[in-house]
Every structure is written in structure tokens, then in C-alpha cells.
């Protein structure tokens, strides 16, 4: 009988060291329609961390959402297809946390985290170099299924370029049927205990890889995993010589789409794998191969006007997101951010958390589809980043649940080329020949005199 007890116990035990360790309280919020109805309802603790500069260099801002936060009347229950709903809070001198939720036929979600901070506010940010607002935004992994609440004892954390958002005992619920919480709930991956290691499921690398602070950088050659003991920094001159590791399969190429009220805005055809670098527990850097299974994956995700949003949630609490954007003057939709979130059991840290919200990758003409059967590699973070495998993508502008006209990327046109420069080459090596051939027949010719 001890054990029901203890498991009852262990989310307050949760409860009681989160409390402690960041000394904030929860703060209920509410969202009502014009009838005086609750659509959203959130109660919650949070903590932020923001990096801000100053005349003696870049600087840690570590404050909390107070008691008396506030719910913005620009809060919105949305309007049908014109907009999504939105929870704004508003605290301190003129800071503000917006959620803005979005949902498909099963599931919703936190589709977009912004806070815009004042750095006039000096008692926030003293001798900060500039003053006024500072905008931060990222999507999250923040969701749960239609009329269930979201609920997470555990920390969650949101990056926000150079903003940290710390959730604490979060229970958030969107397109409430009723004035108050569902029984039912969905619980963070956070919360769940973390699954064991399997080998087949990555492949260690002895060197992480190096990348350059450019957002995006395709590449024709996937990594190629090396045994799994990394390299020491300084190698004698006999290293030791482990027995290799397995070099993982290519993913599976699987079919992905994502609808909306307004029919489907998101078609992709493609197979992923991540590389993964951390820390281990014993200090020693670690890269793996992880491939995504979409045998074993949940897909979902949302569409506005703006934005398209992709997201795969695994069975071993790996979380992943793709959101698209676009370029109304060129006409152009791009892949903007990825964010990734896992549980790593033999990490030092075993939640990895990582996000890019500023790539310009995956680019095509609204209404075209954007298509590369060469490998493609997108660095995301120094740790972490994205293998593409016969990507063939289109956002916004889908008709009929079909791709629309194809742009090739440039790997697959510079591939195209090496046999169109051999077969010139080739062709003008044979001109030569012939032309040296005629030469030297007419000259043997001229020899000779008609007798």
C-alpha cells in the first residue's frame, strides 16, 4: 500500500523543490469572450532570464512574474479563421508575455511564445546601453489534446534568442468547452519518466561537428559516425583503437502534412535525422545520430496567415518543430525555425533543448514546391542539427493536396552539371581530334603534282 502513496506524493515533492528553488508563486489567468465565457485559462509560475547589454558589457536580468500580472483586453478568444486565440500578460513597467495557441482536428498548442521587454524599466535593467522595447519570440513545445488541460509539474524552459522563459507547475488549457479546467489532462514530456537507452536508436560520434555561426549550410555528404569514444584533446601518439560503431541507416522518406480550416497548408515528403553533441555525465563530449521513425511519431501542427507549423512528437519524448515563413514582397516561402526538445538519460543535462528561429532554408516561390533528393544539412546550434534526406516541400499556397511546380535546390543543379561540363569536355576533346585529323590529310594531299 506504500506505493500508491508515494506516487501520490512525488508531484508535491516536484511542487515543494520548484517552489523552493525559484521562490515564485502561481499566478491564475483568464481569458473571456463577449459573453463571459472563459476560452483560455492558465495558472502557472514563471521566471525569466534576459541578457541585455551595457556600457561594461552583456548582462543577466533574473526576475519573476509577480502576483499582480495582468490579462491585456487584447486578449483574444479569435474569430474563426481571421485569428487565433491569445493570452497577453502584462506586469511591471510595461513588459508583456503573449501566448498565442493554435490548434488541428486533435490536438492545440502554444504555437508562438513572444515577450517584449523595457529596457527603460532600470529597476529591471539598470545602466542598460539602450532603452525601450525589445521584442523575443519563439514556438514551444507547449501542447496538449483537445479538451484535456496541459499540465507540467516539472520546469519547462522556453529560448527566446536571448530570453530564457522558466515555466514551474504550468496547467494552461485553450477552447475551453466549460468555465473551468478539464479533468482530463495531458502531461509534459518533462514529467514523464525518461526512457532507457537503446542502441538502435543513436550512433555515437567520436567528433562533434564545427559549425560556422551561419544559420544554414546544405551539404552533399551526411556525417559519417566514428567509434564511440571520443577523441582525447591532446592524442598521444598511439591512440587507442576502439571497435567501430555501426554507421546509421538513411531514414525512411515519409509523407507529412499539416491542414487547417482552410484545407492544407503545409505538404512535405522527407526523411530526418539529428545530430545530437552533449555533455555526459562523467564531462566527456558525446555526438549522436538520432533517426526519426515516423512508424513510432505523431504529427500535428497549425496554419496562419503568416505562419506554418510542423510537429512531430515520438514515443521516447523527442519533440520536433518546423516553422515556415514567408516573404511577402519577394513572394517566397522559407523554412524559419527548428526547435528541438529530447530527453538524453546518460547526459549530464538529460532535457536538450535547442532552437533557431532566424534560417532561411528550403526556399521557393509561393505556390511552387521546393525539392532536393541530395542530402541536405542545416546547422541549427553549435549542438545541434538537422539531416534532410529527398526533401520535397511546399507551404501556404497548396491546391488540391498536390505539389505544386518543382525548384530544385542547388546541390541537385550543381550535380546536374558535372555530367553536362564531362560530356562538353568530351565532346570538344573529339572536335579537336577531327579537326587535327582533316588538317593533317589536307597537308599529306598538297604532296603530290598532277602529272
Given amino acids: 500500500m506504500a506505493a500508491p502513496g508515494g506516487a501520490r506524493r512525488q508531484p508535491l515533492l516536484l511542487l515543494l523543490l520548484a517552489g523552493l528553488v525559484y521562490g515564485t508563486s502561481a499566478v491564475f489567468l483568464e481569458v473571456k ?14 521566471e525569466f532570464v534576459t541578457n541585455y547589454d551595457t556600457q561594461s558589457g ?81 514556438i514551444t513545445d507547449i501542447m496538449a489534446d483537445i479538451n484535456k488541460k496541459y499540465r507540467c509539474v516539472s520546469s519547462n524552459q522556453i529560448h527566446m534568442n536571448n530570453v530564457t ?18 479533468k482530463e489532462e495531458t502531461r509534459c514530456m518533462q514529467d514523464k519518466p525518461s526512457p532507457t537507452v537503446t542502441p538502435t536508436s543513436a550512433h555515437p560520434s567520436s567528433t562533434p561537428p564545427h559549425p560556422s555561426p551561419t544559420s544554414a549550410h546544405p551539404s552533399s555528404s551526411p556525417p559519417h559516425p566514428t567509434p564511440p569514444h571520443p577523441s582525447p584533446p591532446h592524442p598521444s601518439p598511439t591512440p587507442p583503437h576502439p571497435s567501430p560503431s555501426p554507421v546509421p541507416e538513411n531514414p525512411s522518406v515519409h509523407k507529412y502534412n499539416v491542414s487547417g480550416t482552410n484545407g492544407t497548408c503545409l505538404l512535405a515528403n522527407m526523411g530526418l535525422q ?65 526547435q528541438l526538445s529530447m530527453t538524453l538519460p546518460d547526459a549530464k543535462e538529460p532535457t536538450f533543448k535547442a532552437s533557431n528561429n532566424s534560417l532561411r532554408a528550403l526556399q521557393a516561390t509561393m505556390g511552387n514546391s521546393y525539392k532536393c533528393n541530395a542530402e541536405e544539412h542545416i546547422w541549427v546550434t553549435d549542438a545541434f542539427s538537422v539531416n534532410l534526406f529527398k526533401v520535397w516541400v511546399q507551404a501556404f ?3 488540391g493536396d498536390k505539389f505544386g511546380s518543382v525548384e530544385e535546390c542547388q546541390l541537385d543543379e550543381n550535380n546536374m552539371l558535372i555530367p553536362i561540363a564531362v560530356g562538353g569536355a568530351l565532346a570538344g576533346l573529339v572536335l579537336i581530334v577531327l579537326i587535327a585529323y582533316l588538317i593533317g590529310r589536307k597537308r599529306s594531299h598538297a604532296g603530290y603534282q598532277t602529272i
Avoid: W
Avoid at 34 to 43: E, L, P, Q, S, W
Avoid at 75 to 101: D, E, Q, R, Y
Avoid at 165 to 176: G, H, K, W
Fill in 397 to 399: 499556397q497548396v491546391e
Fill in 165 to 182: 522563459v522558466t515555466f514551474i507547475d504550468a496547467t494552461i488549457q485553450a477552447y475551453l468547452s466549460t468555465d473551468s479546467f478539464s
Fill in 33 to 46: 469572450d463577449g459573453n463571459g465565457t472563459a476560452c483560455i485559462m492558465a495558472n502557472f509560475s514563471a
Fill in 274 to 338: 539529428l545530430n545530437v553533441t552533449y555533455k555526459k555525465k562523467d564531462d566527456k563530449t558525446m555526438t549522436r545520430v538520432f533517426n526519426i521513425n515516423p512508424n513510432n511519431t505523431k504529427a500535428g501542427g497549425s496554419c496562419t496567415t503568416q505562419l506554418v507549423t510542423l510537429e512531430l512528437q515520438s514515443e521516447n519524448s523527442t519533440f520536433l518543430a518546423f516553422q515556415f515563413g514567408m516573404n511577402s514582397s519577394s513572394s517566397r516561402f522559407f523554412l524559419k525555425e527548428i
Fill in 58 to 138: 552583456s548582462k543577466n536580468s533574473t526576475f519573476t512574474l509577480p502576483p499582480n500580472a495582468e490579462v491585456l483586453n487584447s486578449s483574444s478568444c479569435g474569430k474563426g479563421n481571421a485569428s487565433n486565440p491569445s493570452l497577453m500578460i502584462a506586469f511591471g513597467n510595461g513588459h508583456i508575455l503573449t501566448l498565442s495557441f493554435a490548434r488541428n482536428a486533435t490536438r492545440y498548442s502554444v504555437q508562438m511564445m513572444r515577450f517584449v521587454y523595457n529596457l527603460s524599466d532600470t529597476h529591471i535593467f539598470p545602466n542598460a546601453s539602450s532603452q525601450g522595447p525589445k521584442t523575443a519570440e519563439s
